[in-house]
């Protein structure tokens, strides 16, 4: 934050949600990256981790509440890649469900008050999901990706971040 001047610091008043679903990760999947940028040399099983448009519904609250639709991805390579992939699905899901049943938070990133799986996990072929003309290249041979959506409501920090 050091190239931000102060009145951007102070206006701030909620953090991204990214960030306290990727401590809340790191809490309950210590043994697994995860982060919101696939690297050039991605080692595998990783978990990325996007927020989605919400094509102008926000349920939030600018007092209080903060808002979010996300894509979380799992992936894994072979052997057993696709079986492995489904399993790091369910590990997210289950992990997030425990950190929003027990109010998971960070102080200066807020916590948890609410999660909903919008899209049970699946498997999908590439890189990123298109649902237009424009396609996305293919994962490399042997790598498996899961796609699980969530609705998350987190409650902002008490002081700004």
Do not use: C, N
């Amino acid at each position: 934050m050091a190239g931000l001047p102060p009145s951007v610091i102070a206006a701030q008043e909620f953090s991204p949600i990214e960030d306290l679903l990727l401590a809340a990760l790191a809490y309950y999947l210590p043994d697994v990256k995860a982060g919101t940028l696939i690297m050039m040399a991605q080692t595998f099983p990783f978990i990325h981790l996007r927020r989605l448009d919400s094509y102008g519904v926000w349920a939030g609250d600018e007092r209080f509440i903060d808002d979010a639709h996300m894509a979380i991805y799992a992936y894994a390579e072979d052997p057993d890649g696709d079986e492995d992939a489904g399993r790091l699905a369910e590990a997210v899901r289950a992990s997030l469900m425990r950190a929003r049943r027990a109010r998971f938070g960070v102080p200066e990133l807020g916590h948890f008050v609410g999660l909903t799986m919008t899209a049970s996990p699946r498997r999908v072929p590439d890189w990123a999901t298109a649902t237009g003309p424009v396609q996305y290249a293919d994962l490399p041979a042997g790598v498996w990706r899961y796609e699980t959506r969530f609705d998350v409501t987190v409650r902002r920090p008490r002081q700004q971040p």
